[in-house]
Structure formats: C-alpha cells, structure tokens
C-alpha cells in the first residue's frame, strides 16, 4: 500500500498587505473623511479652509487629516505658522489608487460633495495675488476687517439704489420684514405677504414708519394682488415650505406686468434630513436645471438658475438664486390661466 502523500504547503499569509488594505480601506470608511480627500484630490488647504468648507471644528479636521496622513493618503507642507495638505495623488501606490478611483466614481452624485465644491469655489476666489501697500498685509482678512469696520449693509444699499423709484416690488413669504424694510427706501411702493400671523405682527412693527409698505396676510398659492400690478417678486427661502411649488411661482408670474422680474433664492438639494425637518420644510431643495424649469413653464422667459456662492459663516445648505422675466408675449393671466400652467408643469 503506497504511502499517502502529503497535501502542498499552504502559501504564506500575506498579513501585512492585508493588514495595509484594510487599513486604506477604515480610514475611507468615515463621511467626513471622504470629504476631506474628495477636496484635496487637486487642491491644497489649510486647516482652517477645509473646516470652513466642511463645516466641521478645525480640531475634528486636524482629527481626520491625521488618519489620512497616517495611511499616506495626503501629505503636508509647512508655510509659516501654518500646514497645508493636498492628496498624495503622485506617491500612491497602484492599490491605494484603484481604490480611491472606485470610490470617487461612487460617491460622485453625494450632494454634501457638490456644496463642499460650491464654499470650495467660494473660497479659493477669496485668494489674494500678493501685492502692495496696506492691502497686502491684509488681503487675507479684508473681508472680515471690511465688515468689522464698516458692517455688511453698504454694499446692499449700493445695489438697492440701482432699483427705479417708481416700481412696485412684492415681497412674498416676507417673514419679520428685512428684506421689506431695506426695499422701501428705493421703491415706489412694497407689497408684502406672509401666511403667518406671528411674523406679520413682527413685520408690522418694524415697517409701522414706512408709508409706502403695504403687509397682507396670505398663502402664496392666493396672493391678495391684482393681475399685471407689479414691476419685480421676491421670493425668498420660502419655496421650501410650499407643498405645490408651481403653485407659487405661477401666482408670481400672475401678479407681475410684462416684462417684470422675478426672483427666487432657495436652498440646493442636500441630504440633511435632519435639517429639513428642523426647519420645517417639506423638501430638501431644488435642483438648478429644476428651478429654471419651473420659472419657463409658469409665464417666464429668459429663465437662469445657479447656485450661490455661500458665505463663511453660513451653516445650513447651500443656496441657488433663479431669475426670470415675465413674458411679454402673454397677456396678463388669470388665476385659472396661471393655475393651468402650475399644474402642467407638475
């Protein structure tokens, strides 16, 4: 009986290949991580440039960037007083970038991504060639000192003036009437309309010395103003709260003459679920080519939609503005006339 043969050694376990593996792979494993590299994948920033975009305390960044440091996903340089880091794109090795190839392709659609590129934008644009004088040793900070020493209502005050006196301006979902407040001074006359009767007692306080402002109380889909009587709308962070959107915006195209402007700002689509029902909102944004959409399909015509770029200090989403001009090819509509659109464009 011949002897029974013995099977092959097994093959070494590649334990520290393994081990790297699973490493590249936990520190990806983490959404705000994710975030940070999908950033440095081209660019170089500080600290507290990707705290500001991610919206996350510098010393969580500082938490994150070392375990990317640790697994060589990123690397940093000194400068001054500061470190900048940026994706190790020409020192991974093959793995490490077949794995972050598939990982970007798969989180492309995240929208946290798109309002990450949006403040990315937003800041990369606040970056000031060296010059020189006073400005130079400023640049970085001239934003902030600027509005310490001067406040931030100049410049709206600026644009505000360029306004024809004699127009006509409704201020829809008007809320405690800002906005109605800083328009009166430049305008004919201000229409403004809120569904709640809180913010209207709020609005009626602050507006009591202005003879031109007029405050209704209204839903948005049955505004209380006639046909064709306005020159411009203002729809500000309201959309959001409209369970018929089209609705609304087809009252806006009702209310305005020919030729006149409407204005939406709103929030981009996010994911913050959370967020959405804090605020009470009963979607989570619109998409641009969404919005601009709505406006051509409810009476407007030069319809533009984009997103804007968001301020420093801003935590919640990401916010568009769309703009469009009432046709003047139509004639003034009906509610029926405005309804039977908003529902087409359904």
Not at 119 to 129: H, I, M
Not at 157 to 176: E, F, K, M, N, S
Not at 282 to 300: D, P, Q, S, Y
Not at 334 to 346: D, E, I, L, P, V
Request: overall charge neutral.
């Amino acid at each position: 009986m011949k002897p029974t043969s013995k099977p092959p050694a097994a093959e070494p376990f590649a334990e520290p290949q393994v081990a790297t593996h699973l490493a590249r792979l936990d520190a990806l494993a983490d959404p705000a991580r994710l975030r940070l590299l999908a950033l440095l994948d081209g660019e170089e920033l500080g600290v507290g440039e990707l705290g500001e975009i991610v919206q996350l305390p510098q010393s969580s960044v500082s938490r994150h960037l070392k375990v990317l440091l640790d697994q060589g996903w990123i690397v940093s340089r000194s400068a001054r007083t500061a470190n900048f880091y940026t994706m190790a794109n020409g020192e991974l090795p093959g793995p490490a970038r077949s794995l972050w190839s598939l990982t970007r392709t798969e989180i492309a659609g995240w929208p946290a991504l798109a309002h990450d590129r949006l403040r990315l934008e937003r800041r990369l644009a606040e970056r000031s060639e060296t010059g020189g004088g006073f400005f130079a040793g400023v640049a970085e900070e001239w934003q902030t000192l600027r509005a310490d020493l001067y406040g931030r209502v100049f410049g709206e005050a600026a644009i505000a003036a360029l306004l024809p006196r004699d127009w006509v301006v409704a201020d829809l979902a008007c809320g405690a009437g800002d906005l109605t407040v800083r328009l009166a001074p430049w305008v004919a006359r201000v229409i403004a309309v809120d569904a709640s009767p809180e913010m209207l007692a709020a609005a009626k306080r602050r507006t009591r010395a202005l003879p031109n402002v007029e405050l209704h109380r209204a839903d948005l889909a049955t505004l209380p103003i006639a046909d064709g009587s306005c020159d411009a709308a203002l729809l500000l962070l309201a959309l959001t709260h409209v369970a018929a959107p089209a609705e609304a915006v087809a009252e806006m195209a009702r209310i305005l003459k020919p030729g006149g402007r409407a204005v939406i700002v709103d929030l981009l689509r996010h994911d913050r679920d959370g967020f959405r029902r804090q605020m009470g909102q009963v979607r989570n944004g619109f998409g641009a080519e969404e919005l601009k959409a709505l406006l051509a399909t409810t009476g407007f015509t030069a319809a533009e939609c984009a997103p804007l770029p968001p301020e420093a200090e801003a935590k919640g989403p990401a916010l568009l503005l769309a703009a469009g001009i009432r046709s003047g090819g139509l004639s003034t509509g009906t509610k029926a006339q405005t309804r039977a659109a908003a529902q087409k464009s359904r």
